[in-house]
């Protein structure tokens, strides 16, 4: 202490209570704010890059994060994800989970619906069943079975066409003479329905 000033002994104290009140702030602040929070567990068969502190929606508004992820071997659904959320948000027995994607960066999250109104509430550490998100590749397998599908319908319909090509092309003036009698009686039923509309009780007179 020789060695410092007094000035410079009180700037330092000052500064070490200024940080020790600053954390003890920040510890008081973080607690009232954040409330008390609870767990469910979500088991998932693929998570599609879900991780560790990514957000989770309850009916569309972010009420936690994901505190954790396991991976069980030898189940059918091997991922559990631990969701940690607000005290007062409770799920159903028919609550549901799934992982969607956030904005345009990709970000991943758990949405967790609410259930139904009358559905019994389940207790904190419940496991609850998730709806596995679809991989890219399956979406690609099927976008690619869809356009052989078409393939294979075009391939079929060219021989009808040809036909339908070739009734065309031989009665080329029948089909002609028919749109032209189909135009001529338009235009009788049309003039008789003027004449009808201004004279209607032709309709009742003889002769």
């Known amino acids: 202490m020789a060695n410092y000033s007094s000035s410079e002994v009180k700037s330092g104290i000052l500064v070490t209570t200024a940080l020790v009140l ?95 109104a009358k559905s019994p509430v389940i207790q904190s550490g419940s496991v609850i069943e998730g709806t596995d998100p679809i991989p890219m590749y399956v979406l690609i397998q099927k976008m690619n079975l869809l356009a052989d599908r078409m393939d294979e319908l075009t391939t079929s319909m060219n021989p009808i066409m040809e036909t339908m090509d070739d009734v065309l092309t031989g009665n080329k003036e029948e089909i002609a003479k028919t749109i032209a009698n189909l135009h001529e009686t338009s235009a009788n039923v049309r003039d008789m329905t003027h004449d009808l509309k201004f004279r209607p009780w032709r309709l009742v007179r003889k002769g």
């Open 22 to 116: 600053l954390f003890g702030l920040t510890f008081i602040v973080g607690r009232y704010t954040s409330g008390a929070k609870h767990d469910y567990k979500v088991r998932f068969g693929y998570v599609s890059g879900l991780e560790v502190n990514a957000p989770v929606y309850y009916a569309g508004h972010e009420v936690g994060k994901v505190g954790g992820i396991e991976v069980l071997s030898g189940e059918e659904k091997p991922i559990l994800v631990t969701v940690t959320i607000r005290e007062n948000i409770r799920l159903k027995t028919d609550s549901n989970a799934f992982i969607d994607t956030l904005g345009m960066m990709g970000e991943k999250f758990v949405e967790l619906s609410p259930g139904k």
